[in-house]
């Protein structure tokens, strides 16, 4: 990326000017951040909410729903590799996962990177975002949409975790924010469905808030999971394009990441040959749960 | 911070527009963040650099140097324990302090919490800077400025060190980026004035850059730091207003804060009473030197 420094002088903006085609996501109602849009390749309504992708100097290519920042080509590992692998290497064999959400294929290209990975199922309610990932973002899901491990399902995930009868390893809630159609997918009555899904050995993550932005956001959603498993394990990763610190959690019936030591999490990764992450390793498996004193408060 | 959340639509910006006195800060060309002043206190320019002190919402008070974001009220917990408690944690005992820059005092607050701290010596270039502490960011400095053990020097940093004949315990470099009158302390020679000053057992510390950013200056800032420390310790914090991700460096002689348990520094805290602390801890401490696999390539 361009090192552009901090030696220029930003002027306060008295109309609020920032720079042609800036595209602003809001943090709190007085803190947000930007990021030009070198080009738009889409902007249109799906039944479900606004879909945009552009193209970006700094990120590539990248998309939007409802005006947040979901996933760009550069910055797509910082949260596709900690919402994946931190389950997936805690697990001994994970075989069989479910994705709820996450159509652009970016969870699906992480999971299918582990070999006892026989069975990916993806339940995406809108068919928008994942043509939009086989068109414009090949390079986050590498094709894994069209793995012949991967079975895609264009429905609302609570339905399909409701009626299902399949029992699952891993499971990864790959949502967009509780503000629109994944609403109903922050609830005790749905991690409670999803629970039941879970194999007694298996995990399931999710992301949740920033909590710097959102606390109470935070304080809630993790309330509602230990109301549906008895391992919470909360974690931190800071992501470019989600303003910073990203609350996530690690939850299951029995397996806890905490017990993994970065020397399991390397042997693990060397074993299954899972050799090109930009991010995750046993340093950083083990990094992630270290919360800082008022992030502990509030999960306390 | 109110929670805002992110099921509004936020438009690409045909004309830039996002709020009236918005403050943009710049990471990249095309990638930035932004804070809508409140009200503006203060904007002048010292002989050095443009000074502005502003309220926020939700960062309360917080000033900015040359447009760029120094220091809030409400983040600046994320960067000053993190700059300072981990090589004064590090150190069992801690006498002799330096600080070159840090006007605002929120360094020195962190480190005369430690009871062996015995004398701060604090060397800043620009008088406008304290001043503006002394009457805006009582919370951040909560009277460090003027505490007996403090000795404030308004002077060039680099001056300083070179005709300096003191050795000290903590060297903390709290320094705006180097686009600025900062630019000569970012070099090999002011590394090695620095080493001199530097007790054998002593540790110092600094802040570098964003990974993401602004990689290239990191691999040349840690190169210039191992031509003059035998001991060059990379780590990482999340800090809002610098944008996400951002990289300090320990660095010494000797002292090897990696090898610092987060027992040892549990029990160094409890030791010394200091518990008032909002982010750093023993696992935090230890968390921080885990670097992602791209950052590890980029100080390898």
Known sequence: MPDRGNGQVNDPVPAGYIAPGAMAEYMTDDWGFFVRSARQYERFSSPYQTVEVHDSVSFGKLFRLDGAFMTSEKDEFFYHENLVHVPAIAHPQPER???????????????????????VTLAEIDLAVVDVARKYLQTVHRGALDDPRLTLRIEDGFA????????????????????????????????????????????????????????????????SLRDAFPVVAPYLVSVPLYGGLWMMACCAHELDPRLVTPLIVERRLAHRQIADLQYYNGDTHRAAFALPNFVKKLVA
Chains 1, 2 share one sequence.
């Open 97 to 119: 996962a479910l994705i709820v959400g996450g159509g652009d294929g970016g969870s699906a290209e992480e999971l299918l990177k582990h070999p006892s990975i026989r069975s």
């Open 160 to 223: 399909f975790v409701r009626n299902d009868r399949s029992q699952y390893d891993l499971i990864v809630l790959d949502l967009t924010d509780p503000g629109g159609p994944s609403k109903p997918l922050y609830t005790t009555d749905f991690y409670r469905a999803c629970a039941a899904r879970l194999t007694p050995t298996g995990a399931m993550t999710l992301h949740i808030a920033s909590p710097v932005a959102s606390p109470e956001r935070i304080r809630a959603n993790v309330a």
